[in-house]
């Protein structure tokens, strides 16, 4: 398989840490590409150009994150996302709620690279809003993490990660001071140490 992957992409990121998490290394091949530079390779496998992508060994491509993390998870016991009942619901909670955080700070980010005169405000406060009212619900909820680790802590390991490389202004460890004992425990962890964003 090979895995359409930018290195400063959180979303990819998320996937390299279950590739790492479950030893699927030398089955996935990772391409670094920019989608933002004429990836015409990545369009032609996804039309919206978006990492990450995965092509499966037949030709198959397969986005986005959440169907390509759902689809490596079934290729070995060591399951990160629960086959069935309440424990399967909380972790794709965990990960949409994840994954929302990051749909809103790449907001910001991209927002931020438009012409002062353009951006609007408005919106970034309503992501900003976002993020902080997310964090709180992250750290109020930390005791429903599933107690090994699963898909649900490798996407708050990618948000985290994101919001440090990216926006460190919203200072997130302040107001969270169980949340970032978390993330410092979680940090140590090969697989974040190994797809640090760069
Ligand atoms: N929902 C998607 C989001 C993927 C995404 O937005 N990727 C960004 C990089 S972080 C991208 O490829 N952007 C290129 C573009 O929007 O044209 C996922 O979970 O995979």
Known sequence: MKLFYSKTSPYSRKVRLLVHEKGLNQAVTCIACNP??????LQAEN????????MLDDGTPLYDSPVICEYLDTLTADRLLPESGMARWTVLRWQALCD?????AYNIVMERRRPAQEQSTDWITQWEAQIHRS??????????????VSLAQLSLGASLGYLD?????????????????????????DAMQNTQPE
């Open 36 to 41: 933002f530079d004429n990836a015409s390779d």
């Open 47 to 54: 039309p919206l150009g978006k990492v990450p992508t995965l």
């Open 165 to 189: 490389f990216r926006l460190s202004d919203p200072g997130w460890r302040d107001q969270h001071p169980e949340l970032t004992a978390w993330y410092e425990d979680f940090s140590s962890r």
């Open 135 to 148: 964090l709180d619900a992250v750290q109020d909820s930390l005791d429903t993490l599933p107690g090994r």
């Open 100 to 104: 929302g955080i990051l749909d809103a």
